[in-house]
């Protein structure tokens, strides 16, 4: 508990929202901090996540190849944060969002946040 009683300190900072009153912009700032100390990456994690997201730009006449890449472990590291903040890949003919996509249907898609449905219309 903290000095008012109320959850506890970040060990960090010793500053918790919870020392603030509820709503206050000290205790929204105190909030983005311990969830931007939370989110943030190492710099191992960094790197792996660069290495993992480079792969694409390697080919089979580069030495290293993406093969030597992909069989080292911050390229294994890199794969999972991606993983975990994207989600698995979908290849593209195996995805029903790709399948129903036209340019009609992404522009409306920019344009209402959600796919057309039936009967929708896209105006100038």
């Known amino acids: 508990?903290?000095?008012?009683?109320?959850?506890?300190?970040?060990?960090?900072?010793?500053?918790s929202p919870a020392d603030f009153p509820l709503g206050s912009p000290q205790s929204r700032a105190a909030a983005?901090?311990?969830?931007?100390?939370?989110?943030?990456?190492?710099?191992?994690?960094?790197?792996?996540?660069?290495?993992?997201?480079g792969e694409v730009y390697l080919n089979a006449c580069m030495s290293p190849d993406y093969q030597h890449l992909a069989a080292t472990a911050a390229y294994s590291r890199g794969k999972e944060l991606y993983e975990q903040r994207h989600g698995p890949s979908v290849p593209a003919h195996?995805?029903?969002?790709?399948?129903?996509?036209?340019?009609?249907?992404?522009?409306?898609?920019?344009?209402?946040?959600?796919?057309?449905?039936?009967?929708?219309i896209l105006l100038f």
């Not at 969830?35 to 990456?41: D, M, Y």
């Open 32 to 53: 983005r901090a311990l969830l931007s100390r939370k989110n943030a990456l190492s710099q191992y994690d960094a790197d792996a996540l660069t290495l993992y997201g």
């Open 94 to 120: 195996l995805d029903l969002h790709q399948q129903r996509f036209s340019h009609a249907s992404g522009q409306f898609e920019l344009a209402f946040g959600r796919e057309p449905q039936a009967g929708d």
């Open 1 to 15: 508990m903290n000095g008012n009683g109320i959850g506890r300190r970040l060990t960090a900072t010793s500053i």
